[in-house]
C-alpha cells in the first residue's frame, strides 16, 4: 500500500523558515489535490494549504502571506514552505493527497515546534 512520509519538521525560533516535503512510496494515479493540515496540542486537525490538479492553491487566513505550497506532480510530491515561524505555528503537520472515488490517503506527520 502506497504510503506518504513527510519531512522537514523539526525545532525553529521565531521568524524563521522550514520547508515541508512529503513523498509517496510508490506510483498513485487520480490524485485531485494534495495538501497540508496541522494539529496542535488539545485543537483539532486543521487545513493548512491546498494545491488542486489544476494548480489552484488555497491557505488558512492564518498562514497566507508567510506559507507557499507547491508541488512535483511527476514525483508526487508536495511542499510547505513555511517562512515568518511564530509559536502559534506549532503542531504536528500532516500532508495528504485526495483520490479520485472519494478516498484519501495521509502521512505520518512531522511535528514542528517554534520557540519565542
Known amino acids: 500500500q502506497v504510503q506518504l512520509v513527510e519531512s522537514g519538521g523539526g525545532l525553529a525560533q521565531t521568524g524563521e523558515s522550514r520547508r515541508l516535503s512529503c513523498a509517496a512510496s510508490?506510483?498513485?494515479?487520480?490524485?485531485?489535490?494534495m495538501g497540508w493540515y496541522r494539529q496542535a496540542p488539545g485543537k483539532e486537525r486543521e487545513l493548512v494549504a491546498t494545491?488542486?490538479?489544476?494548480?489552484?492553491?488555497n491557505y488558512a487566513e492564518s498562514v497566507r502571506g508567510r506559507f507557499n505550497i507547491s508541488r512535483n506532480k511527476l514525483m508526487n510530491q508536495v511542499f510547505l514552505q513555511m517562512n515568518n515561524l511564530s509559536p502559534e505555528d506549532t503542531a504536528v503537520y500532516y500532508c495528504?493527497?485526495?483520490?479520485?472515488?472519494?478516498?484519501?490517503?495521509w502521512g505520518q506527520g512531522t511535528q514542528v515546534t517554534v520557540s519565542s
Open positions: 495528504t493527497f485526495r483520490l479520485a472515488g472519494s478516498r484519501s490517503i
Open positions: 494545491i488542486a490538479g489544476g494548480g489552484t492553491t
Open positions: 510508490g506510483r498513485i494515479s487520480g490524485i485531485l489535490a
